[in-house]
C-alpha cells in the first residue's frame, strides 16, 4: 500500500526522478521550514551507491518558490492570471472538454503525456482517454526517444524492452559497441561498467560523430557523418559476412531471413562506406575483425543512431549485424537500446501511446481489446481505435480535422517538440489548453489552466527502468497544501464527465488493476506486486502470475512458487509464435535534409551533464549550472567564419535562427554543429521529418549554416537568447502561487 500522504516518519529509500537508470537513492524531509531534502544514496543494484550531480541536487525544487501550489486560469482577454480552488478549476476543464467534444466529437480532445510518469499515471491517463474521453488522441513524448527502437525490436525479436539483460552484464563482455549515446554524460553512474570492463581486458568502440566524454573513456571511437550510422552498420555486416564471420549454425536454428540481408549487405564495401560515413575503411575492417573474434560482444544504441527519419532501419541493420553473428541470447552478448527518460520503457507499456493497450498489446488486436476492456468493465466496441503520433497530433491541433483541447502531463513540448515554433502557434490556436506540472513550463505558460501536481518524491508508483526491471519509487516527503497528483485530477475529471469505470486515486489499487490489465501481454506484470518489488529491489518483466495467482501478496501460498521474472531474454527462443528472430533488408538513404551550398554543415542536437530533457526541472535548481544554449564547433569551421571561443554564432535552418556563444573544440566534425537542447531554441531549428514506421523526428540531423554575429548587433543578440530562454518564466513569476 502506498505511504501516507502526512510527513514521512524518517529517510526513505527511493529512486531518482530522472534517468532510465532509476538509481537508488535516500531522501529526508526537510529539517527546517523552508529547507531542502537531503538525498543520500544506497546500495542498491543499478547504482551501487553512486549518483550523478543531477541526482544529488534533485531535492532542489522542494520548497522552491517557483512550485506551482494552487490551480492557475488564464483569461485569454487580458492574458492575466487568478488562482482558483481545485474544485473550480477541475469544473472549468470538464466544461471546456463537454463543450468540445459536443461540437468536434471524441477526438476534439487529445491526450499528451511523458515518459516521466509512473507505470500508475500513464496506465491511467491511456484508460482515461480512451474510457472517459473516448478520444483516439493520445499519446507521448516517449514517441521521441525510445520508438524507432521499439520498432525495431518488435520486428526483430517479437518484442521490446531496451536492455534485455542487466546493465551489469556489460562488465563481462569482451567487446562493446557503443552506438550514437554519450552514456558518460546522460548517465554518468552507468559508465562504471565501461571502466570495469576495461578493466578486465575488454575493449569500448563508441561511434559518435563528436568526441564525448563517453568516446574518451573507449579504446576507439569511429567519427561518422550525422544520419551515417545505417551505412556503417551494412558495412559491418558485409566484412563480416567476406571474413565467414557469420554463425552459420545460429542463423540457421533461430533466426530466418538471412539470405536476403546477405544478398543487400554485398553492395556495402568499406571504401564506399567510408565516402558515405567518412569512416575510414581501414577503420571498418578492424571493427568487423574484432567483432568476428570477440567471444562475446555487445551493440548499444541509443538516441544518436535513432532519432532519424531512418531510426528504425539502422537500428535494424545493427540487430541484422549482431544476429549474423549469433550474439542474442547469449550471456553478456547481443543488442540493447539505452533508454533516455525515468521511465520511457513503462512509459510505453501500458497505454499512453497512439497504438497500444496495457501490457504492450495492439490496440488494433480483437483479443487485446477484449482483455482490456473486461479489466476496465467496458464494451470492447466503445475503445476507440489507434491515433495520430506524437508529432502528428501536435501538428493537427486547433486545424479543421484536428483535436481541439488539449490535456498535457508530464511533458514540455515547446521545448522539447521539433519544428517547436510550429508547435507553438498550434498550442495557441486551441480551444483549450490544459497543462498538469509542478512549475510554470514554457508549455504552461501558454495554457489556460495549470494544474499543480505531485513531484516525484511526494508520491508513490512504479517505474520500469532501462533493464526492464520494475522499481518502487516510494513517497519520501509531504506534498505541498494545494497540490493533487496526476492519479487525482484524472479521477476528478472522469466523475465530472460521467465516466463509466473506476478510476483510483491510489497507486497501489491502480497497480493491481494495471497487473491485471496487462496479464498475458507481451509486456507481463502481473505476477508483480509492490511488496515483492520493495523486497528483492526490483522485479524483470515478463513476469507472469501463476493461473490461480496464490501469491498475490508475495507469499508462497499452497506451494505455488512465483515466477522469477526474466532478467534475461531470447534465452532459448525470440517472441515471434515460432521462436525466431527476424532479419530485414533496409539500405540507406541518408538525412531527409541533405547539406546543399545555402546550408552547408549538420546541425546535431544533444544533452549535457548538468541539465535533464526540457529542463523544466534541473534548470531550476542552483546547484546545476545553467549556462544557457551554445554553439559546438570545430576550430576550422570557427576559423573560416572568423569566430573565437565565447564570440557569438547565429545557426539557421529553415525553420529558423538560433544566436548563442561558440565553443571551439577539437572533438567534433569540422562538417558539423552541435547545440544542446534543454533551452529554448534549438528545437526551433530541427526538422519534423518522420521515420515511416515508428513516427520519430529526425532531431539527430538536418541542413543548417552558421555564421558570425558581428560586434554591432552582438550584445542586443546575446540579450536576446537569454530573454527567449526565459520568456515564459519571466512573463509568470509574479503570478499566483
Same mark, same amino acid.
Given at each position: ?216 573513456? &573507449? ?9 551515417? #550510422? %545505417?551505412? !556503417? $552498420? @551494412? /558495412? =559491418? ?71 532519424? &527519419? ?9 540487430? #541484422? %549485424?549482431? !544476429? $549474423? @553473428? /549469433? =550474439? ?410
Amino acid at each position: 500500500m502506498p505511504r501516507p500522504t502526512g510527513r514521512p516518519a524518517g529517510p526513505t529509500r527511493t529512486h531518482c526522478p530522472y534517468c532510465s537508470l532509476q538509481c537508488g537513492m535516500t531522501v529526508a524531509r526537510p529539517t527546517t521550514r523552508g529547507g531542502r531534502a537531503e538525498v543520500t544514496s544506497w546500495e542498491h543494484p543499478v547504482n551501487e551507491g553512486a549518483l550523478c550531480r543531477k541526482g544529488w541536487s534533485a531535492g532542489g525544487l522542494v520548497g522552491s518558490r517557483e512550485r506551482l501550489t494552487t490551480p492557475l486560469l488564464r483569461d485569454r482577454s487580458t492574458g492575466e492570471w487568478r488562482a482558483a480552488e481545485w474544485d473550480e478549476a477541475l469544473d472549468v476543464v470538464a466544461d471546456g472538454i463537454r463543450r468540445v467534444q459536443a461540437a468536434h466529437g471524441p477526438d476534439g480532445v487529445a491526450v499528451f503525456g511523458g515518459g516521466g510518469l509512473t507505470n500508475e499515471k500513464a496506465y491511467a491517463l491511456g484508460k482515461f482517454a480512451r474510457v472517459a474521453l473516448r478520444t483516439s488522441q493520445v499519446d507521448y513524448n516517449g514517441r521521441w526517444c525510445m520508438s524507432s527502437a521499439a520498432s525495431a525490436g518488435t520486428r526483430a525479436f517479437g518484442v521490446d524492452r531496451g536492455l534485455p539483460f542487466p546493465l551489469a552484464d556489460l562488465e563481462q563482455t569482451d567487446l562493446l559497441v557503443l552506438v550514437g549515446s554519450n552514456l558518460a554524460e546522460t548517465m554518468p553512474p552507468a559508465a562504471r561498467h565501461l571502466d570495469r570492463l576495461r578493466e578486465r581486458g575488454g575493449r569500448v568502440v563508441v561511434v559518435d560523430p563528436r568526441r564525448t566524454p563517453t568516446a574518451e573513456r &573507449a579504446d576507439d571511437h569511429l567519427q561518422p557523418v550525422p544520419g551515417t #550510422d %545505417l551505412a !556503417l $552498420a @551494412l /558495412g =559491418l555486416l558485409h566484412c563480416v559476412v567476406a571474413a565467414g564471420g557469420v554463425d552459420e549454425e545460429y542463423v540457421a536454428t533461430r533466426t530466418v531471413g538471412f539470405e536476403a540481408v546477405r544478398d543487400a549487405v554485398a553492395a556495402w564495401w568499406p571504401e564506399r562506406v567510408e565516402r558515405v560515413t567518412g569512416v575510414p575503411a581501414d577503420d571498418v575492417r578492424a571493427l568487423a575483425a574484432a567483432l568476428v573474434a570477440a567471444e562475446r560482444a555487445v551493440v548499444l544504441t541509443a538516441r544518436g543512431a535513432e532519432q532519424h &527519419a531512418q531510426g528504425s532501419d539502422t537500428v535494424l541493420a545493427w540487430i #541484422d %549485424l549482431v !544476429l $549474423a @553473428l /549469433g =550474439l542474442p541470447g547469449r550471456r553478456a552478448s547481443g543488442y540493447g537500446c539505452l533508454t533516455g527518460q525515468g521511465n520511457g520503457q513503462g512509459g510505453r507499456e501500458h497505454g499512453q501511446k497512439a497504438d497500444q493497450l496495457p501490457g504492450y498489446r495492439s490496440i488494433t488486436d480483437p483479443a487485446a481489446r477484449a482483455h482490456v476492456a473486461a479489466v476496465w468493465g467496458v464494451d470492447p466496441a466503445q475503445l476507440p481505435g489507434p491515433g495520430r503520433s506524437a508529432y502528428e497530433l501536435l501538428d493537427a491541433l486547433g486545424t479543421q480535422e484536428g483535436p481541439r483541447a488539449l490535456l498535457v502531463h508530464g511533458s514540455n513540448p515547446v521545448v522539447s517538440a521539433p519544428h517547436a515554433s510550429r508547435v507553438v502557434q498550434r498550442l495557441e490556436a486551441l480551444d483549450l489548453l490544459v497543462v498538469c506540472d509542478l512549475v510554470m513550463s514554457e508549455t504552461a505558460a501558454l495554457a489556460d489552466v495549470v494544474l499543480p501536481v505531485t513531484q516525484w518524491a511526494e508520491e508513490s508508483g512504479t517505474v520500469t527502468n532501462l533493464e526492464g526491471r520494475v522499481l518502487l519509487r516510494e513517497q519520501a516527503l509531504t506534498p505541498p497544501a494545494g497540490v493533487r497528483s496526476d492519479l487525482d485530477v484524472l479521477a476528478g475529471l472522469a466523475e465530472r464527465l460521467g465516466s463509466p469505470g473506476s478510476f483510483s486515486t491510489d497507486p497501489a489499487v491502480v497497480f493491481d488493476e494495471l497487473r491485471r490489465a496487462s496479464a498475458g501481454g507481451p509486456a507481463d506484470y502481473s505476477g508483480i506486486t509492490w511488496e515483492r518489488v520493495r523486497r528483492e529491489g526490483g522485479v524483470f518483466w515478463p513476469c507472469p502470475a501463476p493461473p490461480d495467482d496464490a501469491w498475490v501478496d508475495g507469499g508462497d501460498a499452497d506451494g505455488v512458487v512465483p515466477h522469477p521474472g526474466t532478467p534475461r531474454m531470447f534465452t532459448e527462443r525470440f517472441a515471434h509464435p515460432d521462436g525466431r528472430a527476424r532479419f530485414h533488408v533496409v539500405d540507406h538513404r541518408g538525412p531527409a535534409e541533405p547539406v546543399d551550398d545555402a546550408y552547408p554543415v549538420h546541425l546535431t542536437t544533444g544533452r549535457v551533464l548538468a541539465q535533464y530533457q526540457s529542463g523544466a526541472q534541473t534548470r531550476r535548481i542552483r546547484e546545476l549550472p545553467d549556462t544557457g544554449p551554445f554553439v559546438e564547433l570545430h576550430p576550422m569551421l570557427a576559423g573560416r567564419l572568423g569566430v573565437d571561443d565565447g564570440g557569438l554564432v547565429e545557426v539557421a535552418t529553415r525553420r529558423g535562427a538560433l544566436r548563442a556563444p561558440a565553443r571551439v573544440v577539437p572533438t567534433i566534425r569540422p562538417d558539423t554543429v552541435f547545440v544542446p537542447f534543454h533551452w529554448v531554441g534549438v528545437n526551433r531549428l530541427t526538422v519534423d521529418a518522420l521515420d515511416p514506421a515508428s513516427r520519430m523526428p529526425e532531431f539527430k540531423v538536418c541542413a543548417a549554416s552558421i555564421t558570425a554575429v558581428t560586434a554591432a548587433t552582438g550584445v542586443a543578440a546575446a540579450t536576446r537568447v537569454v530573454e527567449e530562454a526565459s520568456e515564459a518564466r519571466l512573463a509568470t513569476a509574479a503570478g499566483p502561487r
